[in-house]
């Protein structure tokens, strides 16, 4: 009885001592650092994040580096698909969602999905007290709850949706459950994360495609008779 007590009682350490191991940031943002959408061919813009004809949600992944301060040599944030690296691409950061991934709190502001019990955000990958530079990553909903179903959707999107990098803020010192508070990503200046923007992602109609395959075949016809 008293070796399974003990067992118990270490287990219970362990378990204990591995989640207060990892390192807590603030997550949520502020009235100053919403995240807006960019004016895309959809007409929505602004600090809404409410896609056409829908109140959908947004999913926000958070990535860390402890050895890079870019993604792919750039610190400014990726607008839909605007040629930039995103930092699951990108050499020496690492997700980091241990909590799960986070959604929308209302017009663009975000929230825990699974907060800590003083609301903080667990780390998964960087140690209390640590050091480390961080990234957020949004999407709206209709593309899926994921960053592998984000990632399968910008290699061939299927309907239009939005898709967001923040810049890159840090170097942040994370917080100790139960000890030291975590600190918030986000903020007005550097070191934090300031608001940032989603871009639409728009899927051109068969009818488009289509007028382009047959002006794209005019021209190349146009040369030959030249």
Not at 138 to 147: L, M
Request: hydrophobic share 40%; with cysteine.
């Amino acid at each position: 009885m008293k070796k399974l007590i003990v067992t118990i009682g270490i287990l219970t350490t362990v378990a204990v001592a591995s989640s207060y191991a990892q390192g807590t940031v603030v997550f949520g943002n502020a009235t100053t650092t919403k995240i807006s959408t960019n004016s895309g061919p959809s007409g929505v813009t602004g600090v809404g994040l409410v896609a056409p004809n829908s109140t959908q949600a947004f999913y926000y992944a958070l990535f860390y580096s402890t050895t890079q301060t870019t993604v792919a040599g750039s610190t400014a944030g990726v607008i839909g698909l605007n040629g930039g690296t995103y930092a699951f691409n990108a050499t020496g950061w690492s997700d980091g969602n241990a909590n799960g991934y986070s959604t929308n709190a209302g017009a663009g502001r975000l929230q825990n999905s699974n907060p800590n019990t003083d609301g903080s955000y667990s780390v998964t990958g960087v140690a209390g007290g640590a050091s480390a530079d961080f990234v957020i990553i949004g999407w709206s909903a209709n593309i899926g709850s994921t960053v592998t179903a984000l990632q399968q959707y910008l290699a061939a999107p299927t309907q239009n949706g939005w898709v967001g990098e923040s810049a890159v803020g840090g170097p942040l010192t994370t917080g100790i459950l139960g000890s030291t508070p975590a600190i918030g990503l986000f903020g007005a200046s550097s070191p934090n994360i300031p608001g940032f923007v989603l871009g639409e992602v728009v899927v051109p109609e068969p009818g488009t495609l289509a007028l382009c395959a047959l002006g794209g075949a005019s021209m190349l016809l146009f040369r030959r008779k030249n």
